[in-house]
């Protein structure tokens, strides 16, 4: 990608101000991305984008550039404008940098490539997702398909002499149906996807993900409004998840732990959660949407416990977040693309398996809120409130399932909400999603089994 005598340059370049550390990220991706509306293609694009950035650390401060120009003399340039960024005194060309190739094993085979010659094949995949979507029901009345790949080479080298090079590919399908009943609009979603080639694709069974999403959007559009108050609330396994992910995960980033302003900080050893509570983050699941062979400062992925019966066990942790905290970073360092600094960011996070079967936690339930699916939300890390948006939601009465409702949200703190579990069943599942936050956008898996919440706030209709 580039050579790494120019590489080496950059990297003493970057120290000659004082700087301590020095650190290149050089990224070639390529995107494809087809698109389908009412069985109607409508996009089709591809593209490419090449560029490298360098960041300079001294003690807890740190700079970041970038740029797609790669001529040496750009690049030098680069370099020594950030440089001049770092505060403290420095001798020129007293640093001499020798890069050692390491060569990390691939956790993640591809089976097929994707590639431009696959379009056809994959145009009729969407048009069967179209079909069983739109037939499910007389209620659909749109659907919208579409299929991303992505292939992301990345090289890495850093002043302490480590030079590595990774390859990460991509693929996704996103289904949503629409249901009207002539007042109401509802919609419902699918967006499996993994750390893998064309395979994934042809190992999927398109037509039932088109129709879960065309049975969310039909069920909601002739459902009743939630009631509101505080309830039991039962939450459905795999993307149910991200409630975790969002309401906890990010409170456990050392971006936000380092800096005080979560409420997690300065717990390890604590008792945050219930006792049946055992929560990970694992960027080495094979083949997993948000797995890595190395995270993007080059070190490899690992499993990170974070909590285990209840106990904050440690935190997700980048190279800046180590130097803040005093502690090994756990592989966690995650950019959108070379335009980013990295970040602490999740890879697969997900609370574990317990003992109780799904059936088990219904039957358990004499009045309460089954959220089936959830959808999107907000955190404040600073105190850890969450708002959710329940996109299927069913009353629970009498220890079962009885009718649809909508409009219900969730509503409370990511804490109290960890210590109101009281149950946790034994059906684990994963699902995929895009994390957003200060180094941009990642994919990520959310997982859980299904938990009961003993009590939280449902937002929904009063007197409903």
């Known amino acids: 990608m580039i050579h790494p005598t120019q590489i080496q340059d950059m990297l003493q370049a970057a120290l000659e101000t004082g700087g301590d550390f ?65 505060r403290g005194g420095g001798a020129p060309g007293t640093h001499t940098i020798t890069l050692h190739p390491h060569v990390i094993p691939n956790q993640h085979p591809i089976a097929i490539i994707p590639e431009g010659s696959q379009k056809r094949a994959k145009i009729d995949m969407m048009r069967r997702a179209h079909e069983a979507a739109s037939q499910y029901d007389p209620s659909i009345t749109q659907t919208s398909v579409g299929i991303s790949n992505s292939i992301q080479n990345v090289l890495i080298a850093n002043s302490n002499g480590l030079l590595v090079e990774d390859t990460r590919t991509y693929t996704r399908m996103r289904i949503s149906a629409i249901a009207t009943d002539g007042e109401h609009r509802q919609s419902g979603f699918r967006g499996p996807g993994a750390y893998a080639g064309t395979e994934f694709l042809e190992n999927l069974n398109i037509e039932e993900n088109a129709r879960h999403a065309a049975r969310i959007a039909s069920t909601m559009v002739k459902a009743g409004y939630a009631p509101s108050g505080r309830l039991p609330v039962v939450i459905e396994n795999g993307f149910g998840g991200v409630l975790f992910h969002e309401a906890c995960g990010h409170g456990l980033e050392s971006t936000a732990v380092a800096h005080g302003t979560s409420v997690f900080a ?13 929560a990970i983050d694992d960027g080495t699941i094979p083949n997993a949407w948000g797995s ?28 800046m977040g180590s130097r803040q905290m005093g502690v090994p970073a756990t592989g966690s360092g995650r950019r959108q693309s070379y335009k980013f600094a990295p970040a602490s960011r999740m890879n697969n996070t997900f609370i574990a398996n317990g003992e109780s079967t799904r059936e088990e936690i219904i039957a358990n339930t004499e009045y309460g809120i089954y959220a089936k699916s959830l959808g999107g ?16 939601a069913y009353m629970i009465r009498n220890g079962k399932i009885a009718e649809p409702v909508k409009g219900a949200t969730l509503i409370g703190k990511g804490i109290e909400t960890l210590q109101n579990i009281d149950m946790v ?33 449902v937002g929904g209709r009063k007197g409903e």
């Open 22 to 86: 020095a650190e290149v990220f050089v990224e070639d991706r390529t995107n494809g991305q087809l698109g389908m509306t009412g069985g109607v293609v409508d996009t089709a694009l591809s593209g490419r984008d090449f560029g490298i950035g360098i960041r300079i650390m001294k003690e807890h401060f740190s700079v970041y550039a970038y740029t797609s120009d790669m001529s040496k003399q750009s690049l030098i340039r680069l370099a020594k404008s950030a440089a001049k960024a770092i």
């Open 266 to 278: 300065n717990k390890i050893g604590q008792q945050v959660a219930s006792p049946l509570v055992t």
């Open 292 to 319: 890595l062979n190395i995270d993007d400062e080059g070190a490899p992925t690992q499993r990170n416990v974070l909590i285990e019966n209840g106990i904050l066990k440690g935190y997700l942790i980048d190279r």
């Open 377 to 392: 939300g907000s955190v404040n890390t600073s105190t850890s409130e969450f708002n959710f948006a329940v996109e299927e």
């Open 425 to 457: 069943g034994n059906n684990l599942d994963h699902g995929q999603g895009m994390c957003g936050s200060v180094s941009g956008s990642l994919p990520v898996n959310c997982g859980q089994p299904t938990i009961r919440v003993s009590e939280m706030t």
